[in-house]
């Protein structure tokens, strides 16, 4: 079986292929992957530890009461989007998620703003980077909102800096450059040490 490039490199397998993809707890950067088929099981394994990732696929988002904490809390996000041509570009962000749907503010014009344009799939993917390790990734069909407003912005900022900080933050930014990007349905796959 053919193994993966190193994981910056796993966004462009998921855009291009449509594997559902996921690091092992073992902090393995190299994963299996195996076509995925209708069967809703985990697909994948580490050639290291030989742990799987659970896949949950929906259409739409129906996050557990535990993948919700953990979304509340102020990861970083690493957003995966692909031009027209394929071309992947992945990059940090910070992001909302609000009940089943995951808010992610993007510069206006930027890349990541005209890839969604020519291409709304995108591959999110949320992770603790120390013990014990877990991560969750999403894929699926986004939804571009326009432009931001300033609570939009506040709301953001202040999860992750906190309310004088993120307030600053928020004064500091013009809201018609910043856009609201949604995605509300997609296939879910979680990953955690065992």
């Known amino acids: ?81 692909a031009d027209a041509a394929g071309t992947p570009h992945a990059v940090p962000v910070w992001y909302l998620c609000e009940r089943d749907t995951v808010v992610v503010m993007i510069g206006k014009g930027s890349k990541k703003h005209r890839n969604l344009i020519e291409n709304p799939q995108v591959s999110l993917a949320f992770d603790q980077r120390s013990p014990p390790y877990y991560a969750l990734m999403v894929n699926g069909p986004v939804r571009l ?9 506040l709301r953001i900022a202040v999860k992750y800096l906190g309310e004088e900080e993120g307030e600053t933050y928020a004064d500091s930014m013009d809201p018609s450059d910043i856009v609201l990007v949604k995605l509300e349905s997609g296939r879910v796959v979680e990953h955690m040490a065992s």
């Open 1 to 81: 079986m053919a193994l993966l490039p190193p994981v910056e490199s796993l966004a462009y397998v998921i855009l291009t292929h449509g594997l559902s993809i996921a690091a092992s707890s073992c902090g393995s950067e190299v994963v299996h992957p195996v076509p995925a088929l209708e069967t809703g099981r985990s697909l994948l394994s580490c050639r290291l530890c030989g742990r799987t990732p659970r896949l949950l696929d929906s259409r739409t988002m129906d996050f557990t009461p535990q993948q919700a904490e953990f979304l509340s809390q102020p990861h970083i996000c690493v957003m995966a989007t």
């Open 145 to 153: 909102e326009g432009d931001a407003s300033y609570d939009d912005i």
